[in-house]
């Protein structure tokens, strides 16, 4: 079955500095690549997620790149402000087994 | 995006007592619908697929008889804690999925259950 790593466990960065969060997938054959964020007491809000056919998506301050050859991808923050203080998770899947496998989460901290 | 709603969202119980815990779909049919738990600073964990009008599929270690879940309409799932015990003392969580889709996963609030 598919394993998803995600890498870090916590990432403090200063408000205005950029975050980067990056998962690593085995499966070769997962095409859906979501982002969740999960803020304390909260489920998981979908936030942005990416394609096997594309390899870089943008969200205002978000964006996903996707490595397949790598399988590997990304998840970037601009400009952090401190309301993006949460839990992130990635995820993978794909259309056989429509199920979604989630990374470990990383924490995220944005200091004032 | 989908609108889910969970109900309790916290609920405290005795030992030996069952709980149920409500997942509604609120703006679409979600044909499957799909229940995770999840401890403290740890990932979501899926416990069964809730397929409506047919029986769950539960995840391997998932106690299907003491997890109960019925799927009885397109826009509601209850997950029914048998028995229950300190250690299922958790953050449950469900997703609803479009047809055909089911990786597009849109997730409720969750429910604190906490069993003293």
């Known amino acids: 079955g598919e394993n998803v790593e995600q890498h870090p466990s916590t990432l403090s960065v200063q408000e205005g500095d950029s975050a980067v969060i990056k998962c690593t997938y085995s499966d070769s054959a997962s095409n859906y690549f979501p982002w969740y964020k999960q803020e304390l007491g909260k489920g998981p809000q979908l936030i942005i997620d990416?394609?096997?056919?594309?390899g870089e998506k943008k969200d205002q301050r978000i964006a996903v790149t996707l490595n397949k050859t790598a399988k590997h991808f990304s998840l970037h923050i601009t400009e952090t402000q401190p309301e993006d203080s949460a839990v992130y998770f990635c995820a993978a899947a794909n259309n056989a087994g429509n199920m979604l496998t989630f990374g470990g989460g990383t924490r995220l901290m944005v200091k004032p | 995006g989908a609108v889910v709603s969970q109900h309790p969202s916290w609920v405290i119980c005795k030992s030996g007592t069952s709980v149920k815990i409500e997942c509604r779909s609120l703006?679409?049919?979600?044909?499957?619908m799909f229940w995770y738990r999840q401890f403290p600073k740890q990932s979501l964990m899926l416990m069964a697929t809730s397929n409506e009008g047919s029986k769950a599929t539960y995840e391997q270690g998932v106690e299907k008889d003491k997890f109960l879940i019925n799927h009885a309409s397109l826009t509601l799932s209850t997950l029914t804690v048998t028995s229950a015990h300190p250690e299922d003392s958790s953050f449950y969580i469900c997703s609803v999925a479009r047809q055909g889709i089911r990786y597009e996963q849109y997730f409720g609030p969750g429910t604190r259950l906490t069993v003293t």
């Open positions: 703006d679409f049919q979600a044909t499957t």
């Open positions: 990416i394609r096997s056919n594309v």
